[in-house]
């Protein structure tokens, strides 16, 4: 064995074999397939006990509620509960004034049409906010897939029509570096146009409550790749 047989290739090439580097990159608009809600019930009382009683009860109402949508549902989590006492501002002892609580729900759904009126239900509930809808991608979306392939085509194509122009033509691929396929919104981000919505005072869910329109918002899925390979020697006489 030569000692030319044991050195790595030139990173850049050689003028026998030459090479090119290219980046790919795609850009696609696709529907959203989940949504997501962000759901806050709150209470309050002049006693701990009261405010626990009445957050209790709410916080049953809500996923309740959420719950008879079936499997339009995906997911429906708890997340922070809180309940804190408001001191009165004057005097010299600390009183308390009032009892704070609220928790905090997350809903996902798949089922749009049922969106709208779920969101609207909630917002009619006694001291209930309702936030979102944060339209997303599911991490195994086939959008993903789809722009990474496209962009692998554009950089096999960028490098073929530079070959081209120079007489030659692609020999092999020799690297091929993922940059990542990712949405310009991270999951589960608020995003422009949320919706906002408070219920103050009421009880019961009353029938006949507005059902809200709500038009997904596109996701946008990218994605890029840097791409290099061996070209057959150029035809530079021209």
């Known amino acids: ?62 996923v309740d509620l959420v719950k008879t949508y079936g499997e339009a549902v995906e997911k429906l989590e708890t997340g922070a509960f809180s309940i804190a006492p408001e001191l009165t501002k004057r005097g010299k002892g600390e009183r308390v004034r009032t009892y704070h609580g609220s928790v905090h729900l997350t809903a996902e759904l798949s089922d749009f049409t049922a969106l709208g009126e779920l969101t609207t239900r909630l917002a009619d509930l006694e ?63 608020p995003m422009a146009g949320g919706m906002r919505m408070a219920a103050y005072g009421g009880g019961a869910v009353e029938e006949g409550v507005p059902v809200l329109n709500l038009e997904p918002e596109r996701q946008v899925v990218l994605a890029q790749v840097n791409a290099r390979f061996t070209m057959t020697p150029p035809d530079l006489s021209a």
């Open 127 to 189: 001291l209930t906010r309702v936030d979102g809808p944060w339209w997303a991608l599911r991490p195994d979306s086939p959008a993903h897939g789809e722009a990474r392939r496209q962009a692998v085509r554009e950089a096999v194509q960028r490098a073929r029509e530079y070959a081209e122009a120079l007489g030659a033509g692609l020999a092999a691929l020799v690297e091929l570096a993922d940059l990542g396929a990712e949405r310009a919104e991270a999951y589960g981000m």
């Open 1 to 62: 064995m030569t000692t030319a047989d044991t050195q790595p290739a030139a990173p850049y090439g050689t003028p026998e074999t030459p090479r090119v580097a290219v980046r790919g990159e795609a850009r696609l608009e696709v529907d959203p397939e989940i949504a997501r809600i962000g759901i806050t019930v709150s209470a309050r009382g002049t006693d701990r006990r009261s405010a626990l009683e009445d957050l209790t009860r709410r916080n049953a109402e809500a």
